[in-house]
Structures are given as C-alpha cells and as structure tokens.
C-alpha cells in the first residue's frame, strides 16, 4: 500500500490544476478551446489514477508513467496560475482605467472644416458656468502631427509663459504637477487629426500623471469621427450646418453690418443655397460684398456671386480661391500667399507680418507718395482682415489691433497659391537624397521654425543664401551660430518673438555664441538685460570685438574673460550702457580698468550692485570712484550701492538727469547743487537720509543760482527722512529757477518743506512781513506740476504753495491732521487737481475756470458744496468718501457739471439710490461706482436713457445695486 502514496501527490496537483483550468475558460482571451481541451485531458487523468489506486498494477510500467504525468502537471500547473495572475492584472487595469475615465472627462466636438467648431467651443470656453466650475483654464491648438511633448510645452507656455526650462518630458510634467496637481482644469484640444490610439493614450496618462483628482475636463474638436473613437468616450457631438436663417443673419453681420440694404428675395434664396450651412464659406462671401463702394457695385457683386458654380465636393476651398482672385492687387495676393509660410494656427501679429512683407519687397510706394511702405501694409492687412481670411483678431486696450489667425482651410489656399511651399517639411536636412532641396534652399527667402532646432551642421543655415527674413520661435533655443552672419541679405531676424528690423535682440533665456568673440566687425550688440539677469553670463572676451558701437550691459563675472576689464578696449561704445554685478569688481584699480571716463560716446550709465550684501560700504566707494566717467555723460542711474557716502567727483558737469536708487547706506546726500546743466533728479528709497542740509546745494554761498536747469525733481520713499533744513544766507540766490515738476512723496517722518522752493521775492517778504501779505514777485515761478502727499508727520504746507499761479497740476494731501488745505485762488490754470483727507474744500476752488480732471478724496459729510459751482471744463471727476458718516446724497452742485465725461463714486455707504438729474448729464461716458455698500438703484429707465454717451458703467463691491443686463458688477 504504501509503494502508491506518491501518486496522492499527483492527484492534489491534478485536482488543483482541473480547477484552475475549469475557472480559466471564460477568463483567458483568446485561446478558451485549448483550456477545455487540457481540463478534458486532466480529468482523464485523474480518473485513470483513481484506477491505480484502487487496482494496485505492476509497478515499474506504470511508475514511469505517472512521473512522466507529474513533469506535464507541474507544467500546466505554472501555467494557469500564471494566467490567473494575469487575470488579476488586467482586472486591476481595467478598473484603474476605468476611474481615470472618471478623473478626466473627454468630450470630443466632430464636424467638417468651417463648420463653427472651435467657435462653438470658445463659448463654452468663456461661459460664466463653466468659468465657475473650474479653477484654471487651457487652449491648445495641437494640429498635425500629434506630438506628445510639443501639446504638453503648449499647455505649460499658457499657465505660465516665461517657462524656459528643459525639454525633457518628465521636467515638463514636474512642472506642471506643480501648478496643476491641486486644480480642476479645462483643457480644450483644438484641431485634433491624430488616429493613433497608442498617441492619444500616451497624452491621456501624462495628464493623469500631472493631474489625478476627480472633475477635470477636456474637449477635443476634429473633422475626423476616428479621432472621436479612439478617445473611447461615452458621447460626442456632432456639429450640424448653420441654418438657412442663420446663414443669412450672419452673411448680413458680415456685409453690411448695421447698414442694410434692400436684396431680392430670388437673390438672396440662390446665396442661401451657396452657403451650404457653412459659417465659413457665409464669411468669406460676405467679405468679398463688404468691400464694395456703392450700391451699383454691390448689385453687380451679389448678381456675379450668384451666377458663380461653386462645386459642393469641394465647396469651402472654391470660395476662399474666388475671394483671394477678387483682391484689387497682385501685391496683396501675394501678401496673402506669404501667410503660407507659416504653420496652421500661427499667431499673425500685424506690426510684424507688416514689417516682414516689407522686408521682401512686396510693397512699393507710387511715386509722389507721401505716405510710408508700413502704411500701404497695414492697408493690405485691414482688407485681408475685412474679407475674413484673418479671423479671431485680438486688440490691445486702446482697440488697434495685435494679431490674429488664419483659418487652415484659408491656410490650405495660401498654400496652393505660393510660389515658395517645397520647403515647408524638414528645413535641417542635408541628405542628398532629398534631391532639390539644397536648390530650393537657395531659392528660399523666409525661413520659420517652431522645434527643436539644432545647428550642429554650422553650414546648413549658410545655404540659405538669399534669405531675407529668418524667424526661430521657439523657447529652448540656447545658441545661435556664429555663421548667421553670413546671410548678407537677411532683412528680418526674429529670435524670442522680438520684431526689430535688421536688429538683433535676443531673449531672456538666450545664450550668446560661445565664439562670439571671432566676429570681429561686429558694431551692435543688443540682449534684454534687466529680465533674469542672474542666470546669464556675458561670452568670454569681448574686448577682442573692438568695433562694437553698441552693446546693451555687462554682467561683471568673475573667471578669465568675464570681468570688468573686458571693456577697457572697446573705446567706441555709445549710447545707453549698463553695468550689473558690480560687487564681483574688488577694488578700484579693477573698475578703472573699464576705462569709462575715456568713453567720451556713451550717454547714459546704469550702475546696480546686487541688493543682499554685508561689509560692502568702503569696497563701493572705491568701485565707484574707478568707474569715473567721461565728463560728457549726460545721465546716470546709480542702484543698491552700499557705501555711506557718494563720491562727488562721478556727477559730472554735463549731467542732465540723475537717479539714486536704494542705495540704503548713504547718509548723505551728494553735492549737487551746481550742476550747470541737470533738469532731472530723482532720489528714491534711501533709507539712510535722515536730513537734507546745506551740503546738497554744494557751496551756495560762491554761486547765485542753484540747481540753475532743474525741470523735474522727485524725492520718493525716503522712510527715514525727518528734516529738509532751511539754506541760511540764501537771500542773494536765485534757487531752482526752472522747476516745472516737484514731487515729494511718501516720506513719512519728514515735518517740514523749505522755502528753498520760492523765489528770491518771495523769500525777502518772508523775512520781514507776515507770510499772510505776500502778494508780488520779482519773477513768476515756472512749476507746472507739484504732487506732495503721503508726508504724515507734515505740520504745516510751505509758505510758497499759495503763490504759484503757474500750476496746472497740484496733488496734495495725507498729511498731519490739522493742516488745512490751500488756498486756490491764484491757481486759475490748475486743470488736474488731486485733494486728499483735508476737513473741507479749498477756498478759491470754485473760481478755477480750466479744471478738467479733480479728485477729493476725505471726509465730505462736513465738506462746504457752495464752493463747488460748475466748471465748465471739468471731464473727470473722482469722489472719495473717508469719514465713517458719509453723504446720503450726492450734493447737487454736480448736476451743473454739463462737460463731464468720466464719474467715479467711492465708499459712498449712505447713499441708497442715485438721483434722478444724474441723467442730466448727457455727456457722461463712464459711470464707476465703488464699494458704496448700501446703493440698491441706479436712476430711472428713463433718465439713464438720457445717458446716450454712457458706454461704461461700472460697479465694484456694490452687493445691493440691482443694474440692468449688460452692467459689470463685480
């Protein structure tokens, strides 16, 4: 008996393994007839061993037998448990898949080319209910062909547009964990043509990667029902044609606009037909109606457009081709056709193309003209805008137009036409089996590129030989070639989106040519300096470029090549010159070795430290006293220097404007006074200024005027600031005899203003009558504009304000509190006046007869309005309430205000209801309304019908106001 227990071992094997086998029948895809043949095999099996078992045979055959059934158990054993942990595997897959449907919602929107798609989904784009629902919005339009990274730099370039990292993909996703990970988002796909199930689920588990929690949404437009299928979505929509009504509604918007004129019926039913449902085709017909001039021309136009067969196969491309065969010129096709050498969806910004169509030599002036080429340009890009080959136009604040877009369809025609299309695939290929394409290259005159661009091959660009414009947009471009300089023909270079004709300016997140020293007749160098100019670092050894005329700074660096000594041989710099990091220069001898004070062309000089630096204050010093400059330097601007004293000998003679800048150490102000020609001075931020004495005027007492030219002078910010000191023995000079603009603002600890600011009249009265009899001058002041407020810890105004009869600007206020405000009476030709926080009006407010623009901002409860009688010139006026009880009504006085333009109401908490005269004001064009918390109503219907200029009403944290449709109320 014993001998027969091995083949119990068997038999649990083979129960175990006729079990799995009978579970994986309907588990295993695609091989379930092999799995039932091999249970029916095993359970024969089985039974044949229960025979064994229970008949007890000669051993050694049947022995060899059942070892040779154990090697084929043990087999299918393994096998099926690995099928059965591939059934777990897809059943978790399965599931994971289906949450992540969940997590991301795919809406795809299908319908044929023109058909409105990506217009239908810009509403949905812009509804206040979806701007509600979710918390960060993305457009891409991803086109052809379907490139993973390239939609995922395009939904990084839109959260954030000064991305400038890697191009690797998992940096991309990293950074878009970190503005996404947390937010809902709408992603809208434009344009979709990829079939490739393989690519979408690619992008979909990127998204996933970035983004996993539940309530995200894409939609995804296409002309392709495939496109749709492989996104695997529960529903999608298909755009129908535009109604015949609709046709007809939007071909007039497009024609005629409000003008509309009287069509047959029989006409206007044969254009209906023509439009197939296509909003496209309605665009571009009622473009080409839109230009017409008369009422015979339009007859004649809508007669021919009718007598047109337009093939419905092919129906959206045959319109675009008649309107682009009925522009009134052949330079203007070919503007057109030029549009082709960009890719589909590319933004059109109008001063470029312009500049672009120019630089190829479209545009010619008729002889006698005394308009520009620009101008003729921007004429050819309004007639194509205006017959609806651009659309979605994007206009600035002003409304003059940015950029705009071409449809692809319009897109396809540009292509069919232009004369240059054969090199729009692979610009940096080389291979001769390509066989023209070097040819065409020659040939070529605009090169556009938006990838990856690499110029291992320094030569390839060279064969572009008669290019005239060359644009690389795109944002990882580190280098550029030394070799471009060999394009003696290129007109137009476009590098970061910067459009400077025949000038090179490069990006922030450019990197200069290593060899950049190797181009030895270079005279102009320009680079944006200022934006992330901590990363940056200048090419070694310039100083070897010795024809360098221009040259926007120099980062001061530390290594070989790199320093400040770099600049001792470039002796024709001119213009404006900045110098940064100057805290990498360590002593004098160093700085002097920039050689600045023989660089008798340069201008303007910009000197910043680095802000953050300790024990800095005598190394500065004598920094800055190395970096004298040439005594014709006409402006300089001096940041975040750490000594405590400024070197007097750097403010030349020649100055005419003069900028401090935090420099926070300084404890005195430099010696200035004399300066034969400074108009402008500007001290700003520096913290270490408590009192302003004689010093500043240099000596005073050899001279008879100070500050002879100074037009504009600013002193802002200066926290520690408490005393401006009265010049002793001053009666004898004439001071600021030239100030048309004086500005003093926020320095709170400063208690008084000097009457440095007076004239030499004004001061001997002064001194020997009671300030309240000044009445005349021995020569009339020229200040124009004075602004001083934020001076809290101001006890009294100056003698002098009163007196300056020349003003025409005066904002003033935010002092201590028992200061009353000027008398205006002798300002009549203020016509921009700023009040702020004085106990009431001022006196004389009523007889300033120019007043176009007054702000009162205070507490006006207590405010007399009788001063307040009609300016016939006032355009603007802004009311401020401060005080806790504030005005029930607005005072009547400003019914009479007939010119008023522009009324801002703010913190106006008692007023409930605006009165009825305000619609007496028919010249009103903007109405704001600002935090007045208990305004419930607007004036009558009827009385805001009398406001037929109103195009603006505004109101901001007024919770209660109940407006009309179309008011913003936020």
Request: charged share 25%; hydrophobic share 40%.
């Amino acid at each position: 008996m014993a001998e027969f227990l091995w083949t119990f071992a068997v038999q649990e094997v083979l129960k175990k393994t006729v079990k799995l086998a009978a579970e994986q029948i309907g588990l295993a895809w695609g091989f379930e007839e092999e799995l039932s043949k091999l249970k029916d095999s095993l359970l024969m099996a089985q039974a044949i061993l229960r025979d064994v078992d229970r008949m007890k045979p000669d051993l050694d055959s049947l022995k060899l037998w059942v070892n040779n059934l154990e090697d084929i158990v043990f087999e299918a054993d393994i096998l099926l448990n690995e099928l059965a942990y591939e059934d777990v595997r897809r059943k978790v897959e399965i599931e994971k898949d289906r949450m992540s449907r969940e997590t991301l919602v795919v809406l795809p929107i299908v319908g044929t080319g023109g058909l409105g798609k990506t217009t239908l989904v810009k509403e949905v784009f812009h509804h206040d209910m979806i701007r509600k629902s979710f918390d960060t919005f993305i457009w891409v339009c991803v086109s052809d062909p379907f490139k993973i990274n390239k939609i995922l730099r395009a939904i990084m370039g839109s959260l954030n547009p000064t991305f400038g990292g890697s191009d690797e993909r998992e940096v991309i996703l990293r950074e878009l964990q970190n503005l996404l990970s947390v937010k809902k988002y709408f992603l809208v796909l434009d344009d979709v043509w990829n079939e490739e199930h393989i690519l979408w689920n690619e992008l979909r588990a990127c998204l996933l990667k970035i983004n996993q929690n539940v309530g995200s949404a894409i939609v995804v437009t296409t002309r392709s029902d495939k496109v749709a299928e492989i996104m695997e979505t529960n529903y999608r929509h298909h755009l129908r044609p535009l109604p015949d009504d609709h046709c007809w509604s939007l071909f007039e918007k497009c024609a005629f606009e409000s003008d509309l004129p009287i069509i047959p019926n029989i006409i206007r039913g044969q254009l209906v037909k023509k439009f197939g449902g296509i909003p496209l085709v309605v665009k571009v017909l009622g473009g080409m109606v839109k230009s017409c001039k008369n009422d015979d021309e339009l007859q004649s136009t809508l007669k021919n457009l009718v007598r047109i067969e337009l093939p419905k196969e092919d129906l959206i491309l045959s319109t675009i081709k008649l309107s682009v065969d009925r522009l009134p010129s052949s330079s203007l096709k070919q503007c057109f056709a030029y549009c082709s050498n960009f890719p589909p969806n590319y933004c059109f910004y109008k001063e470029a193309l312009v500049q672009m169509w120019v630089a190829q030599g479209f545009i010619q002036l008729p002889n006698g003209s005394n308009i520009t080429v620009e101008d003729i340009g921007a004429r050819y890009f309004d007639i194509l805008l205006s017959r609806s080959l651009f659309q979605d136009v994007v206009r600035d604040k002003r409304g003059k137009i940015k950029y705009c877009k071409m449809h692809d369809h319009i897109y396809e025609v540009a292509c069919a036409i232009s004369n240059d299309q054969s090199l729009r695939g692979d610009l940096v290929t080389d291979e001769e089996s390509q066989g023209g394409v070097l040819s065409i290259r020659k040939r070529r005159r605009t090169v556009y590129y938006c990838e990856n661009l690499s110029f291992d091959n320094q030569d390839m660009i060279t064969n572009f030989i008669y290019l005239r414009v060359l644009i690389i947009h795109y944002g990882f471009i580190t280098e550029l070639p030394d070799t471009i300089t060999k394009l003696k023909h290129l007109r137009y270079l476009d590098i970061s989106k910067l459009y400077h004709l025949r000038t090179l300016k490069l990006g922030r997140d450019v990197k200069l040519p290593t060899k950049l020293r190797k181009l030895v007749n270079l005279r102009h160098l320009e680079f944006n300096l200022f934006r992330s100019h901590q990363s940056k670092q200048m090419p070694k050894h310039l100083s070897r470029m010795t024809q360098l005329q221009t040259l926007s700074g120099f980062l001061v660096g530390c290594d070989d090549g790199c320093k400040i000594e770099e600049l001792g041989h470039l002796k024709d710099l001119k213009g404006k010159f900045s110098l940064l990091h100057l805290e990498q220069v360590k002593s004098k001898t160093e700085a002097m070795a920039a050689n600045l004070v023989d660089k008798e062309k340069i201008s303007d000089l910009y000197f910043e430290w680095s802000f953050e630096r300790e024990d800095c204050g005598e190394n500065d010093l004598n920094v800055l006293e190395g970096l004298q400059p040439h005594k014709s330097l006409q402006a300089l601007r001096i940041h975040n220097f750490g000594g405590e004293l400024l070197p007097n000998g750097i403010f030349v003679e020649n100055l005419v404007e003069l900028t401090l800048y935090r420099c926070k150490r300084c404890e005195t102000l430099p010696m200035i006074g004399q300066l034969p020609k400074l108009e402008v001075l500007e001290i700003r931020e520096l913290s270490g200024i408590k009192s302003i004495g004689d010093k500043f005027y240099r000596n005073y007492r050899e001279s008879r005027t100070l500050f002879p030219k100074l037009k504009t002078f600013e002193i802002l910010h200066m926290e520690s600031l408490e005393e401006w000191e009265e010049v002793a023995t001053i009666s004898s000079c004439i001071t600021f005899p030239h100030l048309e603009s004086l500005a003093i603002r926020f320095c709170l600890k400063l208690t008084n203003i000097p009457d440095i600011f007076a004239t030499y009249g004004q001061r001997l009265e002064a001194d020997t009558i009671n300030v309240r009899f000044f009445s005349s001058f021995q020569s009339p002041p020229k200040l124009r504009s004075l602004h001083i407020h934020n001076c809290t810890s101001l006890i009294k105004l100056p003698n002098w304000l009163e007196f300056y009869s020349s003003l025409e600007d005066l904002w003033i206020g935010d002092f201590f509190d028992d200061i009353s405000p000027p008398n205006l009476q002798n300002m009549q030709n203020l016509s921009s006046l700023g009040i702020k926080n004085f106990p009431n009006l001022s006196e004389g407010l009523g007889g300033i007869h120019n007043l176009k623009t007054l702000v009162i901002k205070g507490p006006m409860l207590g405010y007399d309005w009788s001063r307040f009688i009609p300016f016939n010139l006032l355009e603007v006026l802004k009311l401020h309430e401060t005080g806790t009880n504030s005005l029930t009504q607005l005072p009547q006085q400003l019914e009479l205000l007939t010119g008023l333009r522009s009324l801002h109401i703010e913190n106006f908490n008692d007023i409930e209801s605006l009165p009825e005269w305000l619609g007496n004001i028919t010249s009103l064009e903007t109405l704001e309304l600002c935090r007045c918390r208990n305004l419930k109503n607007l004036p009558s219907r009827k009385a805001m019908s009398n406001l037929t200029k109103l195009n603006r009403l505004r109101a901001y944290e007024c919770s209660l106001l109940e407006v009309g449709e179309g008011t913003h109320v936020l």
